[in-house]
């Protein structure tokens, strides 16, 4: 504590003869010139005793003036600097220690310089900026979490059961497809969260060839062939001919991949999925319709938010990547994508793309 306390005084001590230097060169060059012209002006010769008289007030009146100025500029720095960079480094301590909801006030423009308010505008919005990945990694790692215990629950209860003695080879045969189903689940949310951690890093860039749109999505759809056919769903299509885009063929996959699942997956048996495309000559557009549940605008309002799922009961499976996966690439693609929904009638998907 003695030596803060020393530390200080010898910080004061310097302002103070910094001061004291200047003040008495500009006092002591004012005096003599003074001094000079009035017995000049006089015809006055001032004795030896008048002098040292002189020059002992000229001194004190240094000292007097240095001290008051040395007074002045250190409330003003206290005033105008300290409290102000007090304020940012507290908060700066604050942040470091993980509270990401502190902000620092603006100072009052007579007390302080625009400069720091400059500073402590940009410190609230990296603050701030700061909070929200924070919630963002807090969810991400709840959400990842939660999503992984139902896949290994049920490969955990599945391995259990094959390990019951006689089991019958119709029961080992169910079992062992549960494991592979759970791990399946498992594998393909890895494979989704990489590829939307890549693609949120622009670690991927568009590899833009020149294709018929109509053709990828038919191909796309044969592949959920035996899903509508086991289900009894009615497959309509209404696709123009001879619609060519400039985009990335894989991509684009992903997105019609994902948009066919989920009409199948919240499709009931006996319902439709209708497939549109349709196209001017600067964009063309895919509509994917179903007649499933269909969910309310509070849930189509999050529907491409990471691992949202309008479904909470989470009766039907899935891990709520797919649409934000979907969503991500429109965007680099520089297209766009909404929904239309209504509770029991079922949900319409279009997507808008630059065709070159």
Known sequence: MSEMYIKKFLKLLSKFLVF??????????????????????????????????????TFGNVVVLSIIFCIIDTVRRKLTVDRSVKNITNASKKIMEGNFNVRIKPQTKLLTSDNF???IDCFNKMAEELGSVETLRTDFIANVSHEMKTPLSIMQNYGTLLQTPNLSEEKRIEYAKGVVEGSRRMADMMTNILKLNRLENQQIYPNLLEFDLGEQ????????????????????????????????????SLVWNNLFSNAFKFTESGGEVIITLTANESYAYVKVKDTGCGMTPEVGAHIFEKFYQGDTSHSVQGNGLGLALV????????????????????????????RM
């Open 327 to 354: 969503k991500r690439i429109i965007d680099i693609m520089q297209g766009e994508i909404s929904v239309e929904s209504s509770v029991g009638k079922g949900s319409t998907f279009t997507v808008k793309i630059r």
């Open 20 to 57: 004291f230097s200047l003040v008495a060169f500009v006092i002591t060059c004012s005096t003599l010139l003074f001094v000079s012209s009035l017995s000049k002006s006089m015809n006055l010769t001032l004795t030896e005793n008048e002098l040292e008289v002189a020059a002992k007030l």
């Open 217 to 252: 999505i038919c191909e796309c759809l044969l592949h959920f062939e035996n899903v509508w056919e086991n289900n009894n769903i009615k497959i309509i299509t209404e696709i123009e001919n001879d619609v060519i885009v400039k985009a990335d063929f894989e991509l684009l």
């Open 117 to 119: 308010n400059s500073i």
